[in-house]
């Protein structure tokens, strides 16, 4: 597996044990439906969340969670209808997403609740 794969997973354990002290239920991990992906899966409160980890070792090209695209909003959006559909949730859906900078020996967490509205 190449670094920035174990990057990538590093920084998803870190979010989710973050989601999980903050109260988050986690449900699934790299759920995919197919050729879209959604990291973590969880549960606050009544809310389904649906939450994209992005891990940067530099901030040099911006924050990590300025990584987010367009493209990649809609694919969440997909992949949260799949899940929905297949899991029968009938409650509130929000998207956030967690970026990850590993800066130099320390660790930076920006969790963004709601990050992003479904376009239509």
Same mark, same amino acid.
Do not use: C
């Given at each position: 597996? &190449?670094?920035? /794969? !174990?990057?990538?997973?590093?920084?998803?354990?870190? &979010?989710?044990?973050?989601?999980?002290?903050?109260?988050?239920?986690?449900?699934?991990? /790299?759920?995919?439906? /197919? +050729?879209?992906?959604? !990291?973590?899966? &969880?549960?606050?409160?009544?809310?389904?969340?649906?939450?994209?980890?992005?891990? +940067?070792?530099? &901030?040099?090209?911006?924050? $990590?969670?300025?990584?987010?695209?367009?493209?990649?909003?809609?694919?969440?959006?997909?992949?949260?209808?799949?899940?929905?559909?297949?899991?029968?949730?009938?409650?509130?859906?929000?998207?956030?997403?967690?970026?990850?900078?590993? !800066?130099?020996?320390?660790?930076?967490? /920006?969790?963004?609740?709601?990050?992003?509205? $479904? +376009?239509?």
């Amino acid at each position: 597996m &190449a670094t920035h /794969n !174990d990057m990538g997973k590093t920084g998803e354990n870190i &979010a989710a044990s973050h989601l999980q002290r903050k109260g988050y239920r986690i449900l699934a991990r /790299n759920w995919r439906f /197919n +050729r879209d992906e959604i !990291d973590i899966i &969880a549960i606050d409160g009544d809310w389904l969340v649906i939450v994209e980890v992005k891990t +940067r070792t530099s &901030a040099w090209f911006g924050e $990590p969670e300025m990584a987010v695209t367009n493209a990649k909003q809609k694919a969440l959006v997909r992949a949260a209808e799949g899940y929905i559909m297949e899991t029968d949730f009938r409650g509130e859906t929000r998207f956030d997403v967690v970026g990850i900078l590993f !800066d130099k020996q320390k660790v930076i967490l /920006n969790h963004i609740r709601d990050a992003f509205l $479904p +376009r239509m």
